[in-house]
């Protein structure tokens, strides 16, 4: 059975960082892109970066390049987000999710996703 569990999100200042968690399961971790999105409350699900099976980076929104930056531990089949220098622009709901091999940016793409968790960037 395949399970994707987030963790961390919250409530953060302008300028703080947070770390996401997603613990993945139920299948062979290391053959499978991890992506990361967001949707933004009345917005479309997009996509943020997606970690290759060899953990290369593809960035989706340029304004996230040099804040947020993804990684992938195969010991603990665990995925990370890392967010620094938030803004409420990027206050969202955050999913994790994965598809064999090949990233996309595309949620058609995907099948399995993480139950979302709450970012909000606010003073």
């Known amino acids: 059975q395949v399970q994707l569990v987030q963790s961390g999100g919250g409530l953060v200042q302008p300028g703080g960082s947070l770390r996401l968690s997603c613990a993945l399961s139920?299948?062979?971790?290391?053959?499978?892109?991890i992506g990361w999105f967001r949707q933004a409350p009345g917005k479309e699900r997009e996509a943020i970066l997606c970690?290759?099976?060899?953990?290369?980076?593809?960035y989706y929104i340029h304004s996230v390049e040099g804040r947020f930056h993804g990684s992938r531990d195969s010991s603990k089949s665990t995925a990370y987000l890392q967010m620094d220098s938030l803004k409420p622009e990027d206050t969202a709901v955050y999913y994790c999710?994965?598809?064999?091999?090949?990233?996309?940016?595309?949620?058609?793409?995907?099948?399995?996703w993480g139950q979302g968790t709450q970012v909000t960037v606010s003073s």
């Open positions: 139920g299948f062979s971790f290391d053959y499978y892109a």
């Open positions: 999710t994965q598809k064999p091999f090949q990233c996309s940016a595309s949620t058609d793409d995907y099948n399995y």
């Open positions: 970690l290759s099976t060899t953990g290369d980076i593809t």
